[in-house]
């Protein structure tokens, strides 16, 4: 309480407030909203796996305690964690650990965390410059089906869904409203303009929408989105159009009874009431706060950003144009993702994926399919690998389409192991024993963008010749799915204080300059200084 009178009494408003005590974080929110929260998750997970379920109760926890970002141990860099929580709606930052080399400053970087709180900085720094090149992609952002894929399909339709699906949507957005016979339906406007009717869809039942139809496809429920969609590898972003209070119950009660939690985020405009009827109705579920507003500057601009989505404790979801890489450096620096909206010709799509933003709208979901998404490198043997032996190496990419192919051209680092291995043609090689770690690098040019990618890095381990081979073979050997966006170039410093005797720390940026933060790329490193 004395730390918030101060800030309000000297007017400092572009600060962020980290705790490992969650109820702090979410008081300080409440009685200041201009404040930004961190959930610090470094001593209660250190060490621990992390499943699906755990990694939901992360998403939950954060967001109904009015926190947009956790801060996860180096440890649970594994997996898909960071990726998986980024997806929804959760900015991820990593604490590395206390004299952190090469291999854990690379596997943080390709983790695909927003953040890194650490020690040396400079480190970072200089292991960013060292291992990627201009126009690399570390991060790489969800591509967002509006309403479907309107530039092939009927919009808000689920054969439109499907579609945008198959031609390699990550989240397929839709429109909602609530019939006055209390059903969910899928449509963009108020009336049934589509379907050549001018009905008001909220004065209608469920029976009389259902006869309406357009080139073959008629009015569909959320449930019928929740039961095509549970399971597969799509989320759902629902946007709620209805001023109806109502709506939020129904559409919860919808998404528990399908346990699709995990698969569904909210968008909502501030016009039609449902962002704060969200935090009381449906706290845990992550929200994306739709604005027209337009960059006009960083310097008015990010203050009444910074206002809105912490009123509301919203991603912010801007219609995209002057949302580029400047604007990205000042909002990852606190912790703000941009979901940027709608984005429909093939240069500006692939122009905004290597500005950093978290997730890009478009009617034309098909412009990304054959862009590379993840690479794998694969391989036969990891372990029990004799002197002079060789060991193929194959790098494997996915698309956005999920189509897999083997790479040809493919140039590979061994990042640790230098002085015991090397690679020729592809093969891996030891002349001396212990552990070698390797990381396989291509790049992909579509409507005229060339951007690199990396896999996360592969590690092999030599025995003296001597020594049996009792390892079983194992055809995959990333530790975590791969590579996505932001253009990496590297970053730089950010003061955080570390203080013992306290339940906060409090990151303070001041917004006119952002001083003690270079931001180069799209990964912020913040300094940990110890007291």
Avoid at 306 to 327: I, L, Q, R
């Amino acid at each position: 309480d004395a730390l918030i009178t101060y800030l309000k009494d000297n007017n400092i408003k572009d600060v962020t407030v980290m705790s490992d005590k969650k109820d702090v974080v979410k008081h300080a929110r409440q009685e200041y909203t201009f404040l930004r929260g961190v959930i610090d998750y470094t001593e209660a997970l250190a060490g621990k796996t992390l499943g699906e379920k755990e990694l939901l109760e992360i998403r939950a926890e954060n967001t109904s305690n009015l926190a947009k970002t956790a801060l996860l141990p180096a440890s649970a860099v594994t997996g898909n964690n960071v990726k998986y929580l980024n997806s929804r709606q959760i900015t991820t930052w990593i604490m590395a650990d206390e004299n952190s080399g090469e291999k854990q400053q690379l596997d943080i970087i390709l983790s695909q965390a927003y953040g890194i709180v650490a020690e040396s900085t400079k480190e970072f720094y200089d292991t960013t410059m060292k291992y990627f090149d201009k126009n690399s992609l570390v991060r790489i952002p969800q591509i967002i089906g509006h309403r479907g894929i309107p530039s092939t399909h009927p919009e808000n339709t689920l054969e439109g869904a499907i579609a945008a699906y198959e031609a390699g949507a990550d989240v397929i957005e839709i429109d909602i409203y609530l019939t006055i016979d209390g059903v969910i339906v899928i449509n963009h406007d108020s009336k049934t303009t589509l379907y050549n009717k001018q009905l008001a869809v909220e004065s209608c039942t469920y029976q009389v929408l259902s006869q309406l139809e357009y080139k073959g496809c008629k009015i569909p429920t959320l449930e019928q989105f929740l039961k095509e969609f549970k399971g597969k590898d799509v989320l759902l972003f629902i946007e709620i159009k209805s001023n109806k209070p109502m709506i939020v119950t129904k559409m919860k009660e919808l998404i528990d009874e399908f346990d699709m939690y995990g698969q569904c985020a909210v968008i909502a405009y501030e016009s039609t009431t449902q962002l704060p009827n969200m935090i009381k109705k449906y706290p845990e579920l992550p929200v994306g706060g739709l604005s027209g507003l337009t960059n006009s500057g960083l310097l008015t601009t990010m203050p009444a950003i910074m206002e809105f989505v912490g009123k509301y404790n919203t991603t912010f979801n801007p219609s995209y144009s002057g949302y580029d890489s400047e604007y990205i450096k000042e909002s990852l620096a606190r912790g703000i993702t941009t979901w940027p909206y709608t984005i429909n010709t093939a240069p500006q799509i692939l122009q905004y994926i290597g500005y950093g933003h978290a997730g890009i709208t478009t009617n034309y979901a098909n412009v990304t399919g054959n862009l590379i998404k993840d690479l794998t490198i694969k391989t036969d043997k990891t372990e029990g690998i004799k002197l002079g032996e060789t060991i193929k190496l194959d790098t494997v990419s996915t698309n956005f389409k999920r189509e897999n192919q083997t790479l040809e051209d493919v140039e590979y680092v061994i990042v640790e192991g230098n002085d015991i291995a090397k690679i020729e043609n592809g093969e891996l090689v030891f002349t001396g024993v212990g552990t070698a770690s390797v990381m396989a690098k291509t790049s992909k040019t579509v409507s005229g963008f060339t951007y690199k990618f990396y896999s996360e890095l592969a590690s092999f381990t030599s025995t003296d010749s001597t020594q049996p081979d009792t390892t079983t073979p194992d055809t995959s050997v990333a530790d975590k799915t791969p590579v996505a966006p932001g253009t990496t170039t590297p970053e730089q410093t950010k003061n955080q204080s570390d203080n013992a005797d306290t339940d906060y720390t409090v990151i303070v940026i001041i917004a006119v300059a952002v001083v003690a933060i270079v931001a180069v790329g799209s990964v912020i490193v913040i300094k940990k200084i110890k007291k």
